[in-house]
């Protein structure tokens, strides 16, 4: 009985021995004499007691790792990178597992690797740029790298999943001369705003000025017009009046001189009301008048004999 009971612990032990508990997102790798057997996924698993051993747990979830360190422009700047790289397993598969299970002695080693590779590739990127393009390249920076990085941790079977490129700095020296450069360019770009602004304006006030000055001229232009037209139908109204007054006094066998001498004394007369304080010259003997009265009866008889097509 006793043996018995025995066996049953014994068997029990054996049993319980080789049972492997894998966590969610891990896989365990199996080994027997140091050599690979096989991976054991997520759950309760079975291995043979004593003969097959867990090699190593490997996680499967996204991991995360921060990098500091500098590189050197083409013009010798030292620029200082804070970076995040997020990476994981490839899959899940056997030939992947092997790859991360064996190709690194340890997580430690694989680390180290991976963080001289991306410090490598982004100072081969930056020495080839100035001091004054790193910072717009950011985005052009994480292409460059994920490209060449990602090739190579495939072989490790890991993935490049992010780079995140958090902060680029220069040294003091460096950031106050380009803080200088930042200021120059700001007062330049003002002064260059300030003096269009200035030529705007100008601009608009002669476009205006010009625009009135050519309002102006048309409606002097068209006032005169207009006083040129009044003027002439004052002129035509007055010849026909004459012309009627002369032609019914001479229809009444009436001296037509008369009407010239109503014209000279209106004129006269209005010249002396209208007057401004202006000196106008006339003679106003009775020589004088006669000789005026003789000449505008000369002109009245021109008017008269004058053919109107002409």
Known sequence: MNITIILIVVAALFVFSGLVSVRQG???????FGKYQRILTPGLNFKIPFLEQVYKTISIQNRSVELEFH????????????????????????QIIKAVAFKFIDDRSFMQTLSRVVEGNIRA??????????????REIVEVVKHNVDSMLEEWGYHLIDL??????????????????????NL???AENEGQALLITKT?????????????????????????QAVASFREEVARG???????MQDANLDTSVILFTMWTESIKQIAENSKGNVIFLDGSVEGMEK???????LNQLNLYQPKGE
């Open 26 to 32: 891990t896989v365990a790798v199996i080994t027997m």
């Open 71 to 94: 590189a050197t422009t083409s013009d010798q700047a030292n620029v200082h990178f804070t970076s995040m790289l997020l990476y994981a397993v490839l899959n899940n598969t056997e």
């Open 125 to 138: 990127y930056v020495a080839t740029k100035k001091q004054s393009e790193v910072l717009s390249l950011r």
């Open 164 to 185: 995140q490129i958090n902060d680029i700095s220069f040294d003091e020296e460096v950031m106050r001369s380009m803080a200088k450069v930042v200021a120059s360019n």
């Open 188 to 190: 330049k770009a003002a």
């Open 204 to 228: 608009k006030a002669a476009e205006a000025e010009g625009n009135a000055i050519k309002i102006a001229a048309e409606a002097e232009r068209e006032a005169s017009r207009m006083r040129g």
């Open 242 to 248: 004459m012309t009627q007054a002369s032609k019914e």
């Open 292 to 298: 005026s009265i003789k000449n505008m009866m000369a």
